[in-house]
């Protein structure tokens, strides 16, 4: 596995991470503790080396599986995690970045990954931008938990530019993450240049597009009860049944290069910038293999040229977030 740079900083990680959410959160009831152990480390056995998580994830039970299984390799591994939520009763209620509780998510969280020895975060992510706290106020908690040696990098999610920049300049942000793929690319419009010019990383999540780029969902499939996709406009039958077009596009280019969809949808967003990680969740060995395969496929200025002209002829249906969730996007 290649290594990349997120940004101009000194924090290097495989080409392609572990989005590890899904192992106890989103898409159906959490997966067999035990499995998701044994994935985990066959990531690393396989050169990963990047690991994404959150104290929303469960919430708490994602942070602690994923410190329990990288126990073993502390000093191979990168792990991001997250703050931003207030819970209650062990239920996200709303917004929480005042810089009081970002410090007390950070002790919490170093607690829950505890069978690592971690004695900092590697990167910390503010989950989502929370209008109440200034965001000058939030970089100033995270510079003082780096100054305290508890954090390393400090992190955004699905901020706006205005937010990166001003973060930015209190204390140096090593990435943002959001979600991007052959089916979200707004990041382009301008998240993507500022970044260059800032020299952040960026970390697309939801890179398969929440399962659709695999291939493997059709207007018939059923979701489990549990699973937030039934709540997401984009994968209505009727939305996911127009959507095919961009599978079948896919489909057409990995054919010729002996690859799958969601190989080639991978490989197309590691050829958009070399500062550019990935972090594709699954919770199934052979999903694993197959994602990792993308970092080893090379698509040519050729290859790129004409999946950028069929994708712009396909018009992708639905919205990718209920409203209440959008909202707290790209503030």
């Given amino acids: ?13 495989s080409a392609l991470g572990l989005g590890c959410m899904g192992m106890s959160f989103g898409y159906g ?18 050169g990963v080396t990047f690991f994404d998580t959150a104290e929303a994830y469960g919430p708490f039970a994602n942070e602690e599986l994923v410190g329990e299984a990288l126990a073993p390799f502390r000093n191979q591994v990168v792990i991001a995690t997250k703050f931003g939520f207030k819970f209650e009763s062990g239920a996200q209620r709303g917004l929480d970045s005042r810089p009081a509780h970002i410090k007390e998510v950070a002790e919490a969280s170093l607690k829950r990954l505890k069978p690592l020895k971690v004695d900092a975060i590697d ?3 503010q989950h989502r931008v929370d209008p109440d706290v200034p965001i000058e106020d939030v970089a100033g908690a995270v510079k003082d938990l780096i100054h305290e040696g508890k954090v390393k990098h400090f992190g955004l999610s699905e901020a706006g530019v205005q937010t990166i920049r001003r973060a930015h300049a209190v204390q140096p942000v090593t990435a943002v993450q959001s979600e991007y793929s052959l089916w979200w690319r707004k990041p382009e419009a301008d998240v993507l240049p500022a970044l260059e010019e800032l020299g952040i990383g960026f970390v697309p999540f939801s890179p398969l597009g929440k399962g659709f780029l695999t291939g493997k969902i059709d207007e018939s499939t059923t979701f489990d009860s549990s699973d937030f996709r039934n709540i997401v406009p984009r994968f209505t039958p009727e939305n996911r049944k127009a959507n ?4 079948d596009l896919l489909a057409g280019i990995a054919g010729r290069k002996k ?14 910038k070399p500062w550019i990680v990935p972090i594709p969740g699954t919770t199934k060995l052979h999903r ?10 090379e698509l ?32």
């Fill in 1 to 13: 596995m290649q290594k990349r740079n997120l940004g101009r900083s000194n924090l290097e990680v």
């Fill in 29 to 46: 009831p959490a997966a067999d503790k035990r499995e998701m152990i044994s994935l985990i480390r066959s990531a690393v056995e396989r």
């Fill in 123 to 125: 990167l910390f992510y």
């Fill in 244 to 247: 095919l077009a961009l599978i």
């Fill in 259 to 272: 690859a799958t969809p969601a190989q080639i949808a991978l490989a197309w967003l590691l050829a958009q």
């Fill in 288 to 297: 694993l293999e197959e994602n990792i395969g993308a970092a080893a496929i």
């Fill in 300 to 331: 040519t200025s050729d290859d790129l040229r004409e999946i950028d002209n069929a994708a712009s002829q396909v018009t992708v249906h639905g919205a990718r977030y209920p409203e209440q969730l959008e909202q707290m996007t790209g503030r």
